[in-house]
């Protein structure tokens, strides 16, 4: 955009067959509340990145050595910190709904493959990808629940305890690891070993909690959620778009609720508890057990190439143009002078 028309505003741009599917945009806030947000300052990405190190190990790794454990999870998640973050932010821009959304666009995707393999690359040098394994994400992102100073115990216990029965589905005694990581500029180290699948998930909730209750100079001695946050006023505006989207007399009242982040969790948190009267019942929580399994058959949630469209909306008492035209009324409400 800067080439193109001297602008600093970010684009993003999802397929073309996911614009009449609004249930998926909430991964949206990924990329605009999270990577956008990390490169709209330069200092900030670097800052958390030595955080996240010193929150595991102080020791250098010196040259030619093998990296103890908490040299390796200072180097892991120095290496997964981006995309991390960028899950974290969205989290205090969209609410726990966007994990549980994430969750189940992302076990759909991989419905046919085993993507945990995908993090032994074929030999040592290759690169680890970038993307942590989707329940280490959500064991993050339940450090940042559990983390969230405006957010209520009983929602705060609510919400960890749904997305940890999510994440444990996906969990296994050990993360097979081999590929490179970078230490430092021109840089790298070889990984190959099996790592403790719990270690990793419990330093994954350390590195969730730490981002967004670190003071940071970037934000002037402030922690992200001064700036940026999820509260129980969100979740009650979301709670109450999801009650008008799911009774088909109510929609329109959708129209005048909410921004559009909002919007997209009370969308997500309607189709949660649709799913949760149909197939599954409620536990301890208050909020349903997903299995992945579920995801992929749920005509309700199937993606990338079947994703909820108007009718899939009407079968579950959801209406597509009400939330279309919901999104229309928030913008029209944001830009107005």
């Known amino acids: 955009m800067s080439r193109l028309c001297g602008s600093n505003v970010s684009v993003v741009s999802l397929p073309e067959r996911l614009s009449a599917h609004p249930i998926w945009w909430i991964t949206l806030a990924h990329e605009t509340a999270g990577h956008n947000v990390l490169h709209a300052d330069p200092g900030l990405l670097p800052e958390l990145a030595m ?8 020791a250098p790794l010196l040259a030619g ?34 994990a549980y959304n994430l969750h189940v666009y992302l076990s759909s995707i991989h419905e046919a493959t085993t993507p945990l393999d995908e993090f032994k690359q074929p030999d040592a040098w290759q690169p680890l990808p970038v993307h942590p394994p989707l329940p280490l994400r959500l064991w993050a992102m339940i450090g940042v629940v559990e983390s969230l100073l405006g957010f209520g115990e009983a929602q705060r216990r609510m919400h960890a305890a749904a997305l940890r029965k999510l994440a444990k589905e996906r969990s296994q005694p050990k993360l097979a690891l081999r590929g490179r990581i970078e230490i430092e500029k021109d840089r790298w180290i070889e990984i190959d070993r099996n790592v403790s699948f719990q270690s990793l998930a419990q330093s994954a909730q350390r590195v969730g909690g730490y981002v967004v209750s670190a003071r940071l100079q970037t934000f002037g001695g402030r922690c992200v959620q001064e700036i940026e946050t999820w509260d129980d006023d969100d979740e009650r505006i979301a ?3 999801a009650k008008a989207l799911a009774h088909p007399d109510q929609t329109a009242s959708s129209r005048h609720l909410g921004d559009d982040a909002q919007l997209l969790a009370g969308a997500t948190l309607a189709v ?10 409620r536990g301890a929580c208050g909020w349903p057990s997903w299995r992945a399994s579920d995801a992929t058959r749920s005509s309700a949630f199937r993606a990338p190439a079947a994703c909820i469209n108007t009718a899939s909306f009407q079968d579950h008492g ?8 919901a999104f229309r009324a928030a913008a029209a409400r944001a830009t107005a002078p």
């Open 51 to 58: 955080g996240v190190r010193l929150l595991f190990s102080s």
């Open 272 to 281: 949660c508890r649709i799913r949760s009267s149909t197939r599954t019942s």
């Open 65 to 98: 050595s093998e990296p103890d454990q908490t040299q390796l999870l200072s180097l892991l998640w120095s290496h997964w910190l981006e995309e991390v973050v960028s899950d974290i932010y969205a989290v205090l821009n969209s609410g726990p709904a966007f």
């Open 239 to 241: 709670d109450l778009i």
């Open 318 to 325: 959801l209406r597509a143009p009400s939330l279309m035209a």
